[in-house]
């Protein structure tokens, strides 16, 4: 058992004994070969020089390197308890490239609605960095990115045709989503992001997406178009936007098509065994698969059922219908659409439209957990909607099965 090393390793500690340690050999080993590779190497002559394959600790455990030293054993424990004992990169990206983008500011005039809204849901004194004598940046919390993922996938140097991309932002307090491209949504997500509908930056802290492209040509709905969200930009809108594509072998993309409101007061409905069907005939036997649904006014979510109807109501709640009479600000998709579905689009945004779920010995492994997918618009239902299922394959059962 890994207690009594960790007792003879903290009695060893006390000694106050100089110790190298090869800290890579701790990391790659199991907890009982890690914690021998210590005590043997906690031996040392104490001559202070090192041998240039470890890191010195000074061995009373009080001091920096000697407390690092115990908290790294600590980490080997509890990967031991967990039952973990070595940790592999299974799914391996064939190609990654890191995007650092500089923000296209652009200057215009907003239309009455947009001030009126805007000034509803923020301080003059905020609403006065984005305007100037009726000038202000066209979107300065939301930009589309979309153009930049697909021109990652169709580089010379990316070898795939089929495939699946995940974008990522590396910066700090920023997010991804999929924004319809009709007018007015880019106005209702940033007053959803500036003002008091999303207090806890859920938004915000949407940090990838999944993108199937099929071709070089992305799969994903008709309007959807990939947004970069960035609440700090009215105060720092110099910093230029950072994201990484990495992009992965997959499976061919499998079309569900699915109507999953069958009347207008059923908003979710449980699409697991649908997608456990279409994964067992991809003949996959490890992976991860990915479901996308393709539209923006739907949600996927892995999650218990039964809990399907506190999400509908809590969403509800945030973002009322557009013909609530408790709503207080009409959505400006809607005033201008007049299409009666802006809060779905806002719906959607909040519970994301992307799931990935762990495929074990060619089983779909959903735990407790069902895919529930959602149709949030409820003004326009019943509508048949696309759901993409890809399962991006386990690097060495893809190397098995092509020898």
Same mark, same amino acid.
């Given at each position: 058992?890994?207690?009594?090393?960790?007792?003879?390793?903290?009695?060893?500690?006390?000694?106050?004994?100089?110790?190298?340690?090869?800290?890579?050999?701790?990391?790659?080993?199991?907890?009982?070969?890690?914690?021998?590779?210590?005590?043997?190497?906690?031996?040392?002559?104490?001559?202070?020089?090192?041998?240039?394959?470890?890191?010195?600790?000074?061995?009373?455990?009080?001091?920096?390197?000697?407390?690092?030293?115990?908290?790294?054993?600590?980490?080997?424990?509890?990967?031991?308890?967990?039952?973990?004992?070595?940790?592999?990169?299974?799914?391996?990206?064939?190609?990654?490239?890191?995007?650092?983008?500089?923000?296209?500011?652009?200057?215009?005039?907003?239309?009455?609605?947009?001030?009126?809204?805007?000034?509803?849901?923020?301080?003059?004194?905020?609403?006065?960095?984005?305007?100037?004598?009726?000038?202000?940046?066209?979107?300065?919390?939301?930009?589309?990115?979309?153009?930049?993922?697909?021109?990652? #996938?169709?580089?010379?140097?990316?070898?795939? @045709?089929?495939?699946?991309? &995940? $974008?990522?932002?590396?910066? !700090?307090? /920023? +997010? =991804?989503?999929? #924004?319809?491209?009709?007018?007015?949504?880019? @106005?209702?997500?940033?007053? &959803? $992001?500036?003002?008091?509908? !999303?207090? /806890? +930056? =859920?938004?915000?802290?949407?940090?990838?997406?999944?993108?199937?492209?099929?071709?070089?040509? &992305?799969?994903?709905?008709?309007?959807?178009?990939?947004?970069?969200?960035?609440?700090?930009?009215?105060?720092?809108?110099?910093?230029?936007?950072?994201?990484?594509?990495?992009?992965?072998?997959?499976?061919?993309?499998?079309?569900?098509?699915?109507?999953?409101?069958?009347?207008?007061?059923?908003?979710?409905?449980?699409?697991?065994?649908?997608?456990?069907?279409?994964?067992?005939?991809?003949?996959?036997?490890?992976?991860?698969?990915?479901?996308?649904?393709?539209?923006?006014?739907?949600?996927?979510?892995?999650?218990?059922?039964?809990?399907?109807?506190?999400?509908?109501?809590?969403?509800?709640?945030?973002?009322?219908?557009?013909?609530?009479?408790?709503?207080?600000?009409?959505?400006?998709?809607?005033?201008?659409?007049?299409?009666?579905?802006?809060?779905?689009?806002?719906?959607?945004?909040?519970?994301?439209?992307?799931?990935?779920?762990?495929?074990?010995?060619?089983?779909?492994?959903?735990?407790?957990?069902?895919?529930?997918?959602?149709?949030?618009?409820?003004?326009?239902?019943?509508?048949?909607?696309?759901?993409?299922?890809?399962?991006?394959?386990?690097?060495?059962?893809?190397?098995?099965?092509?020898?």
């Amino acid at each position: 058992m890994i207690i009594p090393l960790l007792i003879k390793m903290a009695n060893h500690l006390k000694t106050g004994d100089k110790t190298y340690v090869n800290i890579g050999a701790l990391v790659l080993a199991s907890p009982q070969e890690a914690i021998q590779e210590a005590l043997r190497n906690g031996n040392g002559n104490g001559n202070g020089n090192g041998n240039g394959n470890g890191v010195r600790h000074n061995g009373n455990g009080v001091h920096a390197e000697g407390k690092h030293l115990v908290e790294l054993l600590h980490t080997l424990q509890e990967r031991e308890n967990t039952g973990i004992r070595k940790i592999n990169d299974i799914v391996k990206p064939v190609y990654m490239t890191v995007v650092e983008q500089e923000r296209p500011l652009q200057s215009g005039i907003p239309s009455r609605e947009v001030l009126n809204t805007m000034s509803r849901y923020m301080p003059p004194e905020e609403l006065a960095k984005i305007s100037s004598s009726m000038k202000f940046i066209v979107d300065p919390v939301v930009h589309d990115i979309g153009s930049v993922p697909d021109g990652v #996938i169709k580089r010379q140097e990316q070898p795939l @045709e089929t495939g699946l991309a &995940i $974008v990522t932002t590396i910066s !700090d307090n /920023t +997010g =991804l989503a999929f #924004i319809e491209s009709e007018p007015g949504h880019k @106005e209702d997500l940033q007053r &959803i $992001v500036l003002g008091d509908l !999303d207090p /806890t +930056g =859920l938004l915000a802290r949407k940090h990838s997406q999944a993108i199937p492209f099929n071709g070089r040509k &992305i799969e994903v709905g008709t309007w959807q178009k990939l947004n970069y969200i960035d609440p700090s930009a009215i105060e720092h809108p110099e910093e230029p936007m950072q994201f990484v594509v990495s992009i992965f072998k997959s499976t061919e993309h499998t079309l569900l098509i699915k109507r999953i409101r069958d009347n207008v007061s059923t908003a979710a409905k449980d699409i697991t065994e649908d997608v456990a069907g279409i994964v067992k005939g991809l003949n996959v036997q490890n992976g991860v698969a990915v479901i996308f649904g393709m539209h923006t006014t739907i949600g996927t979510v892995l999650m218990k059922s039964e809990d399907a109807d506190n999400q509908i109501r809590l969403l509800n709640h945030v973002a009322p219908n557009d013909f609530d009479p408790t709503l207080k600000v009409p959505y400006q998709h809607n005033l201008n659409v007049k299409d009666g579905n802006g809060h779905s689009h806002i719906q959607s945004l909040l519970v994301g439209t992307t799931v990935f779920v762990p495929v074990r010995d060619g089983v779909l492994d959903v735990g407790d957990c069902k895919i529930m997918a959602f149709d949030f618009d409820d003004n326009q239902a019943p509508r048949d909607r696309g759901f993409t299922i890809t399962v991006i394959k386990d690097a060495e059962d893809d190397q098995s099965r092509s020898n």
